[in-house]
């Protein structure tokens, strides 16, 4: 298996959307993040890159534990 794995900064923007799961699943892990606009939102993620297909995934750090 051809995986790669990398913890990044993630932002949602106009520009670059995340999956709304993905953002759903991690502003709903601290109250602290509720308030926010999802446009302001950022937060650690895993890269998931598979390099034999040339896809690339992000998981949020529980769905890689």
């Known amino acids: ?4 794995f990398q913890f990044v900064l ?10 709304a799961d993905l953002v759903s699943m991690t502003t709903a892990a601290g109250s602290r993040d509720r308030g926010r606009s999802r446009d302001r939102s950022s937060f650690v993620a895993v890269e998931v890159q598979d390099l034999k297909n040339g896809a690339v995934h992000y998981w949020t750090v529980d769905k890689l534990r």
Not at 1 to 4: K, L
Not at 10 to 19: F, I, M
């Open 1 to 4: 298996m051809q995986v790669q």
């Open 10 to 19: 993630v932002r949602d923007t106009l520009y670059s959307p995340l999956p």
